[in-house]
């Protein structure tokens, strides 16, 4: 596979353009590890709270726990952010 | 797949003017980061504390939503008490 800046022949590439691709480059990156660590906290999370006694496999009801617990905890995560952000803005602080 | 494939696209040939939007770009991101991962700490510790019954649903109940609003208001009070103490026992030195 061609790497990003091979794809773009960067001798031809305009600044406008490079900028450009290091901003999507960083977004991305800050993207994948937003994704990341939500996924590492459901994970824990919803482990603790859904399989308690693990047993041989994960049974039906544990399944549809950690679906429902996944849905509940992002949730959560939008509630704090908003509150968070809410509150810095303040500048009570 | 290249990992270092970023290393071919040269931020010396940016211009002046790019390299200053895009240190204000990642200046942005880096704020952005900061605070995605307060909201990551703030809703694992207020998850353990609000969420405690079963997951019966994917969403927060009548209950819990309040608690995880509270939960962050209080938890930036108590920063707030802490550095105002501080301030004060500095001063009485």
């Known amino acids: 596979m061609d790497s990003l800046g091979n794809s773009f022949g960067m001798g031809g590439a305009s600044a406008q353009s490079k900028k450009q691709i290091w901003m999507d480059k960083i977004r991305q990156e800050a993207a994948v590890d937003q994704a990341r660590a939500l996924i590492d906290k459901v994970s824990e999370n919803c482990y603790e709270k859904c399989v308690p006694k693990p047993g ?19 949730s959560a995560w939008n509630t704090v952010s908003r509150k968070y952000i809410e509150r810095i803005q303040q500048k009570d602080i | 797949m290249d990992s270092s494939s970023g290393s071919d696209i040269n931020l010396t040939d940016l211009s002046p003017n790019d390299k200053k939007e895009l240190q204000q770009f990642v200046n942005n991101e880096a704020q952005k980061a900061k605070i995605q991962s307060t909201v990551h700490y703030l809703t694992d510790m207020c998850w ?25 208001d209080r938890y930036i009070d108590s920063q707030m008490t802490v550095l105002k103490h501080l301030e004060q026992l500095r001063g009485q030195l």
Do not use: A, F, H, Q
């Open chain 1, 56 to 74: 041989k496999e994960l049974s039906k009801g544990e399944t549809t726990c950690i679906n429902m617990c996944m849905e509940k905890y992002m």
């Open chain 2, 48 to 72: 353990k504390r609000c969420i405690t019954s079963k997951i019966s649903t994917g969403s927060m109940d009548s209950y819990e939503k309040p608690c995880m609003e509270n939960c962050v």
